[in-house]
């Protein structure tokens, strides 16, 4: 069954053109121009329930717009749109006892308060049972680890102690669809990560489709089984994201450990590879174009002595980086738009 | 889903857990709130004192007296008092439309403008509100008849006020930034409802019965103390509750027209 479905859909926003310095001010106050920005172009989008889905795309995509839209926060301008069997926007709040969203730079949570009172006014706002929400606050307690530092007033915690407790607040209600833009935007790599494993363990358990904007390869990659990537307000790409990384990037990062007493030698000259070395591990980047990880690994066996080696993809910005590279030699000679 | 009667409850449930949620807030910080509303109210009695100065000399201006200055007063921090305390955003609700900081009640399934409203609880109205107690009880009819009166006129000043700067900050909706207009607006406001109404004649009297209403606040609650008349008494009520719905209907309509904003933005 459809999460979600879109057609058509967009959004335009009427913005005031003005001159640079004061004279343009002047100029402005007395004779206003407007232009109409495409913020999101006709986005057509189609999530099953229980999907992860990365939606991705560089500053000004309309990755935020789009999220408002499909959750009642925004009109669009054109287009249709209906998440859950609602329409957003005409029916918000039947919609809003359903979903659960996070907004990295929009807090929910009182600032001068400590977590638990907004967890109370949250439960009120959903209309949870007493015993219904005790039960699950204290599961979300356990497993969001907020124990320590529930009854400590907000402004004194940490980014990611703060963002833990956003989280589980949006999943209080136990929503059937978690929208979430940015949820780890400014936080270090190991908060990072718990915040990924516990949104992950949701999906899994509770079947939670997920659909999450990010500007990290790693929320994507270790949260997301589809990547959706914007550019200019409409899709550019719409795949796996395993097929995404492996068809669209045809590159392989090679890491080899080396052994207590191998010599540090310097590597053979070896066509389509560039590596560095780092103390005793040396990287490679191999271009699977031109050569194929068996020829590289055979040409350095017996060569040099290493006990570790690990073949991965590469990061997931390379690839957006790449994807935009690619669409825009396709638009300077001309190939179709996808 | 919810029956009419289950969603009244239940918003009623929700309004009530925001305004433990807001005290609880403001006595976050015990000293700066006693102190806040303290101040508050010893100003507004330093202003009582200079009427008090104005009214020895000119006993009588256009049928006004001290008395009723003073229960205008009364009527007017009382009104703003319990409004700003219970629904602490209604003077700020141009800045938050214009900032984008109705995401998070647009995400919740509850009516917008009402969660807009009871997220916010102004300390130094606790001040406006005592003071305007205080000086009924010293001037006023303390008969339960004059008591009722007395809260149908708190109930309609503060009403007033809630109306007519949710209509104002509406218009950020439609114009973008309308922050520093309707800041003033509301300056004007409260600073007129402190004077009667009977003053101004011409083009200044219409200004305060339109352009800045506060001409409203002297005329229907006072009106209600001064002439206790049923037919008046229903049609102040209806004057505050028709603009109140007035307020709700167009921030409804101009909800259409929300463009959010990326302002970091946190509850307080």
Redesign the interface.
């Known amino acids: 069954m459809m999460a979600l479905r879109t057609r058509g859909l967009g959004k335009t926003?009427r913005v005031k053109k003005k001159e640079a310095g004061l004279s343009g001010s002047f100029r402005s106050l007395w004779k206003p121009q407007w232009e109409t920005k495409e913020a999101v172009r006709g986005i057509d989008l189609n999530v099953r329930e229980g999907e992860t889905v990365a939606f991705l795309g560089p500053n000004g995509a309309g990755k935020?717009?789009t999220i408002?839209m499909l959750?009642?926060?925004?009109?669009p301008s054109f287009g249709e749109a209906e998440v859950l069997g609602f329409t957003p926007w005409k029916e918000?709040?039947?919609l809003?006892?359903r979903?659960g969203?996070v907004?990295g730079?929009?807090?929910?949570?009182?600032?001068?308060?400590p977590p638990i009172?907004?967890f109370?006014?949250i439960g009120?706002?959903?209309?949870l049972k007493r015993d219904e929400y005790a039960r699950r606050k204290d599961d979300l307690i356990e497993r969001f680890e907020l124990g320590p530092y529930l009854h400590t007033?907000?402004r004194k915690l940490s980014l990611g102690e703060r963002m833990r407790c956003e989280i589980a607040a949006s999943l209080l209600h136990r929503p059937k669809l978690l929208f979430m833009d940015e949820p780890t935007i400014g936080l270090d790599a190991v908060v990072k990560q718990r915040i990924r494993e516990l949104i992950r363990e949701r999906n899994r358990e509770e079947g939670t489709t997920v659909f999450l904007t990010s500007h990290d390869a790693g929320d994507v990659e270790t949260l997301c089984s589809r990547a959706v990537v914007i550019h200019h307000g409409g899709v550019l790409i719409d795949e796996p994201v395993e097929k995404m990384k492996r068809e669209v990037l045809s590159r392989k990062n090679v890491t080899l450990k080396l052994a207590e007493d191998a010599e540090l030698v310097d590597l053979p000259e070896l066509e389509g590879v560039a590596w560095e070395r780092e103390k005793r591990e040396i990287r490679l980047a191999v271009d699977l174009k031109r050569t194929t990880i068996e020829r590289v690994l055979g040409e350095l066996i017996g060569r040099i002595g290493f006990t570790d080696v690990n073949v991965e993809d590469p990061p997931l910005e390379e690839i957006i980086k790449y994807i935009y590279g690619m669409r825009m030699e396709k638009e300077e000679t001309g190939w179709a738009k996808r | 889903?919810l029956t009419a009667v289950n969603r009244i409850g239940?918003n009623a449930?929700?309004v009530w857990?925001?305004w433990k949620?807001n005290l609880?807030?403001a006595m976050?910080?015990r000293l700066s709130f006693l102190l806040l509303a303290g101040m508050m109210f010893v100003n507004n009695f330093i202003w009582l004192f200079f009427w008090s100065l104005f009214f020895g000399r000119f006993p009588i201006v256009q049928g006004w007296e001290l008395h009723d200055v003073m229960l205008l007063w009364a009527i007017s921090a009382g009104g703003f008092g319990w409004a700003a305390m219970l629904f602490g955003n209604f003077p700020r609700i141009a800045s938050i439309v214009a900032t984008g900081?109705?995401?998070?009640y647009?995400?919740?399934?509850?009516p917008v403008l009402l969660s807009v409203l009871v997220s916010r609880c102004s300390v130094t109205a606790a001040g406006d509100f005592a003071f305007g107690v205080a000086v009924y009880l010293m001037v006023g009819d303390t008969s339960l008849t004059g008591a009722l009166l007395f809260v149908l006129g708190l109930l309609i000043s503060g009403l007033l006020f809630i109306a007519v700067m949710v209509i104002a900050g509406c218009s950020a909706f439609f114009i973008g930034n309308a922050e520093g207009m309707t800041q003033q607006l509301f300056n004007s406001f409260i600073a007129l409802t402190t004077y009667p109404s009977d003053i101004f004649r011409g083009l200044a009297k219409l200004a305060i019965f339109t352009i800045v209403p506060a001409g409203f606040i002297s005329y229907l609650p006072i009106g209600l103390l001064k002439s206790p008349e049923p037919g008046f008494a229903i049609l102040a009520t209806f004057v505050a509750f028709g603009l109140t719905l007035a307020g709700s209907l167009l921030f409804r309509l101009g909800?259409?027209?929300?463009?959010?904003g990326?302002?970091?933005?946190?509850?307080?």
């Not at chain 1, 730079?105 to 308060?113: A, E, F, N, V």
């Open positions: 926003f935020s717009t408002k959750t009642g926060i925004l009109h918000r709040e039947q809003a006892y979903i969203t907004f730079q929009k807090s929910q949570l009182w600032y001068h308060l009172d907004t109370e006014l009120r706002i959903y209309e007033p907000v | 889903m239940a449930r929700y857990t925001c949620v609880a807030s976050e910080y900081q109705l995401d998070v647009l995400s919740q399934p509850r909800l259409r027209k929300y463009a959010s990326n302002t970091i933005a946190m509850r307080s």
